[in-house]
């Protein structure tokens, strides 16, 4: 099946930083979405984006489809942010989700 | 609020039970999706269900089963259960077939002891 790696694994930032996350795939996909999974647990839809870019405050996110890979930036962290962000991606004619393991953001004050 | 309710929010119960997780989806959502978060494998596709009918399988056991009701709510049956199933087990849900969008409910939090 597809492989989905997401790095770094863990990140610790000060507040008001600035992060990438990346997601690397290994398969043309028809789907890929950014989660972030907040403390209570709970998954946070934060970009459907399967190719190009997308802005959202102070979120966006890029995704190269021929590439195979998708970024995450989070610009100005605040502690809020903190949490576990996934991707995950889907294939053509298989709408179930794949996820990666995670990167882990800890956002310090 | 995505708007995908799941009924209960936390759940205990001892080894050997049976238990039934409910999901409403997004009104006008045709497809549910089952999805699995535990400790050791991480976030893992059950089953999808699509206007009634069982569309795909993935990591599902056979003490697993799911069905999807005339008005598009979903339940998840867990039974004989072990220590093993304790987990959090979210609901999606997306329009169509094919792509779209997966919009995710607030998860059932399961605990077997």
């Known amino acids: 099946g597809i492989q989905v790696e997401q790095s770094p694994p863990d990140l610790i930032l000060q507040e008001g930083a600035n992060s990438t996350l990346r997601c690397n795939f290994s398969?043309?996909?028809?789907?890929l979405q950014w989660f972030h999974q907040n403390p209570w647990g709970q998954l946070i839809n934060l970009f459907y984006?399967?190719?190009g870019t997308k802005q959202n405050g102070r979120l966006s996110a890029t995704t190269v489809a021929t590439e195979r890979y998708s970024l995450l930036y989070i610009s100005s962290s605040q502690t809020t942010d903190s949490g576990v962000y996934f991707c995950?991606?889907?294939?053509?004619?298989?709408?179930?989700?794949?996820f990666g393991t995670g990167t882990r953001l800890t956002i310090i004050p | 609020d995505s708007g995908v309710t799941q009924t209960p929010k936390h759940l205990i119960t001892a080894t050997g039970q049976r238990v039934t997780l409910r999901c409403s989806p997004r009104?006008?959502?045709?497809?549910v999706y089952w999805y699995q978060q535990s400790l050791d494998q991480g976030l893992q596709f059950l089953i999808q269900?699509?206007?009634?009918?069982?569309?795909a399988k993935g990591n599902i056991l056979e003490r697993f089963s799911a069905q999807q009701f005339p008005d598009l709510h979903s339940e998840l049956n867990l039974s004989s259960l072990e220590l093993g199933d304790s987990a959090l087990y979210f609901c999606?849900?997306?329009?169509?077939?094919?792509?779209?969008?997966?919009?995710f409910g607030p998860g059932t939090r399961l605990t077997v002891t």
């Open positions: 999606a849900s997306s329009v169509d077939i094919g792509s779209g969008e997966q919009y």
């Open positions: 398969d043309s996909v028809n789907n």
């Open positions: 984006i399967p190719s």
């Open positions: 995950a991606v889907g294939l053509f004619g298989n709408e179930k989700l794949t």
């Open positions: 009104s006008g959502d045709l497809s």
């Open positions: 269900y699509y206007n009634g009918e069982e569309r």
